[in-house]
C-alpha cells in the first residue's frame, strides 16, 4: 500500500514547541514556542547560526529526543505524548537519517550499511541485500557494493548514508547538515539527490544546512535564531 | 548523478518505491538477532588488534585454570590411586584413619571377622608404612612401604612393565617405580639395596605408581611386616573383595557389629575421605582453587575493559545505531554476541593449547588431568565470565544518547 497524505494536512508538524536542557538555575531553552510544518514531497531548509536550534527541532521531529512541551505530531501520530521507550518504533516507522558525518558502520560494506536498516525495519536477509544493491544503484554507486565505508570518498559515503536513510521507504526524511564535510560539487550533486527524493519519491525532506549555496533547492526556508524562527519564505516565490 | 535517480526513478515513483504507510512494530526477533550478530562479528573482526588483545585474555584465563585444576586434579588422582587401583570393594580401617597414609596398626582379628563375614569373597591384610632405601653412594631416600598378601596381591603392584609380580614370591625380594629409579641409585631388576636394614634384591619394575609423595615399593606380606616389625597379630589395613550381588552396607554393618573397635569404609567412601583430608587439611585445596580464581579474575578484568573499551572505539556508530532505530536489546545483543564469540574462540584456543601441553609435559611425577567434563564445565564458565564482563559495556550502551550523532 503506498503512502496517500493529503497534501494539505502536514506530515509533521511542531506547535509551541519548547526544548529546555538541564534542570534549576543552570536551565538552557534551545527552543521557545517553535511552530513548524512540512508537507509530503516537501524540501524544506533549516537555517541559521550555530546553537540557534536547528539540530534540537530535527532531533524533535525526528523522535530522536523529546520536547519539554508543545505538541508534535507526526502524520497520524501524536509523538510528544509517547512514551520514549516507544521512540525507537517510531523512528523505525517514520524518519530516515542523513548525518553530516555519514555515520556508517566502518567494518560493514556499502550494501550491508544499507540492509541494517531494512533488515531494522523487518525485511529478511536475501530481501534486504537485493533492495540495498537496488538504492545503491540508484544514488549511483552499485559498483560499490562491497566497498567499505573507509574506502569511499567523502561524496560517495553520503551516497550511500541517503540509500540507507530512504531504504524502507521512510515518509520523511531528515538531513543534518548533509553537505558540510563535501567539496562544493559533490554538495550540490547530493542536494539535487535529496531534492529527487521529495520531487519524484514524495519524501518530506528536512534539511538543516548553513551552505546558502544549496538554498535554491528548497521550497521553503526556515530561518531559526535562539530557539525561535525568525524568518520563512518560500525560495521560489 | 542524478540520472540514474531520475530515470528510475520516475518508473518507480509510481509504484513500489513512494514511501508507504508505516508499519509501527519492530522486526522480528530472529530478523533482529542475526542483524546484530552480523554487525557484532563484522565489528569484532575489523579491530584485529583489540580482537587479538580479548582473546589473549581468554587464553590466559582458559590455559592457566585448566593447568591449575588440571594439576590439582593430578594430585588427587595421585593421592587417590591406590584405592582406585586396588581390587578392594571395602577397606578395615582403625577409627582415626583420615586419609591413605602411614598409620598405628591394629589389630589383626578383624581380618578374620571380615573372612567369616557373609556376602565376602576373600579379605586380605595391607601394610602400608614409610621406609627408606639406602643409596649405593651413600645417603637413603624415602619410599611408601607396602606389604600385599600372596598370591591375590590385592594391594598390588600395578603396572609391572618388567619382571612379574610373582617374583615377589622369592625370599627377600621387591617391587619399585620406574620413574624413581634414578632417585633411587640406578635400579634395575636384579639390583640389590638396603631397605629398612634388610637386603633385598629388585623383582620387578612398575611404572606409573608415583603417589603425591614418595614412590610405592612392594614387597610380600610377610617379609614387609619383619621389615616393619609389625607383630602377627596386627596389621595396618584388611582389604575386603565381595561376593557378586552382596550387599555392601549390609556387609558393612555385619561387620563393624562383630569388630566394633575398627571402621569399614567402601572404596567410594574412602576415596571420599582423602579427596576431603586434601581439601581440608592441606594447602592443596586453597593454593589451586586460589590459583585457578586468580585465573578467571584476571581473564574477567581482560575481558570486561576490552569490551568496554571497543564499546568506547564504536560510541557513534552504536549512536547512529540507536538513531536509526535500534533499540538497547539489540546494542546489548551486539555485545553479548561478542562476549560469546570471545569466550567460544579463546576456549577453542585456550584448550587446544593446554591439552597439547598436558600431552607433553605427561609423566608419573605431573600427570595434568584434563576430563572432557572440566573441559565442557571450562567453556561453559568463559562463557558465562565474558557474558558478566560484558555487562559494564551493556550499562555503557543504555546511556548512549541517540541523539549524539547530530553533534
Known sequence: MSFVHSASIPVVEAREVVKDYGEGPTTFRALKGVNFHADRGEFVILSGPSGSGKTTLISILGCVLKATSGTVRVLDDVISDVAESELPKLRLAYVGFIFQGHNLIMSMTAQENVAIMLALRGWNATDAAKEAARLLSLVEIGDKLKSLPGDLSGGQRQRVSIARCIAGNPPIVLADEPTASLDAQTGQLVTELLHNLAKKRGHTVVTVTHDNRIFHFADRIVHIEDGQITQEKDSHS | ?407
Open chain 2, 1 to 407: 548523478m542524478t540520472t540514474s535517480m531520475t530515470s528510475t526513478e520516475s518508473a518507480k515513483t509510481t509504484d513500489d518505491s513512494a514511501p508507504r504507510m508505516p508499519t509501527k512494530a519492530y522486526a522480528p526477533a530472529s530478523i533482529r538477532w542475526r542483524t546484530m550478530v552480523t554487525i557484532a562479528w563484522r565489528m569484532m573482526f575489523h579491530s584485529k588488534l583489540k580482537m587479538f588483545g580479548t582473546l589473549i585474555g581468554v587464553v590466559f584465563a582458559v590455559i592457566l585454570s585448566n593447568q591449575q585444576a588440571g594439576t590439582f586434579l593430578g594430585l588427587i588422582k595421585k593421592n587417590t590411586m591406590f584405592v582406585e587401583y586396588c581390587g578392594a570393594d571395602m577397606w578395615i580401617v582403625s577409627p582415626s584413619t583420615l586419609t591413605l597414609q602411614p598409620t598405628k596398626p591394629m589389630g589383626i582379628s578383624s581380618l578374620y571377622t571380615a573372612r567369616s563375614t557373609k556376602g565376602v569373597a576373600w579379605a586380605e591384610p595391607l601394610l602400608f608404612a614409610g621406609a627408606s632405601i639406602q643409596l649405593p653412594a651413600g645417603g637413603s631416600e624415602p619410599i611408601q612401604f607396602v606389604g600385599t598378601a600372596a598370591p591375590r596381591y590385592a594391594g598390588g603392584p600395578w603396572n609391572v612393565v618388567g619382571g612379574s609380580k610373582a617374583s615377589l614370591e622369592r625370599p627377600n625380594t621387591m617391587v619399585f617405580e620406574d620413574s624413581e629409579r634414578e632417585r633411587l641409585g640406578g635400579l634395575n631388576i636384579g639390583s640389590v639395596r638396603e631397605v629398612n636394614g634388610f637386603k633385598i634384591q629388585v623383582g620387578a619394575i612398575t611404572w606409573g605408581l608415583l603417589p603425591f609423595g614418595p614412590s610405592f615399593a612392594f614387597a610380600e606380606y610377610e617379609l614387609a611386616r619383619r621389615m616393619l616389625k609389625i607383630d602377627a597379630d596386627q596389621t595396618h589395613f584388611v582389604l575386603i573383595g565381595l561376593e557378586p550381588g552382596a550387599d555392601p552396607e549390609a556387609v558393612k554393618a555385619a561387620i563393624m557389629a562383630r569388630a566394633p573397635e575398627v571402621k569399614v569404609v567402601g572404596r567410594q567412601e574412602f576415596r571420599s575421605l582423602i579427596i576431603s583430608f586434601l581439601l581440608k587439611r592441606s594447602p592443596i585445596g586453597i593454593t589451586f582453587g586460589s590459583s585457578t580464581v586468580f585465573a578467571l579474575i584476571v581473564g574477567f578484568v581482560i575481558v570486561s575493559l576490552s569490551m568496554f573499551s571497543a564499546v568506547v572505539d564504536n560510541i557513534r556508530e552504536f549512536g547512529t545505531l540507536k538513531a536509526i532505530g535500534a533499540t538497547n536489546g539489540d546494542l546489548a545483543r551486539i555485545v553479548v554476541t561478542q562476549s560469546i564469540t570471545f569466550a567460544l574462540m579463546g576456549s577453542l584456543i585456550g584448550l587446544a593449547v593446554i591439552t597439547r601441553l598436558a600431552a607433553v609435559i605427561r609423566s608419573p611425577k605431573l600427570a595434568i588431568q584434563l576430563p572432557p567434563e572440566m573441559l565442557i564445565g571450562t567453556t561453559l564458565v568463559m562463557v558465562g565470565m565474558c557474558v558478566a564482563a560484558s555487562s559494564l559495556a551493556v550499562l555503557r550502551l543504555r546511556k548512549v544518547e541517540p541523539g549524539m550523532v547530530f553533534r
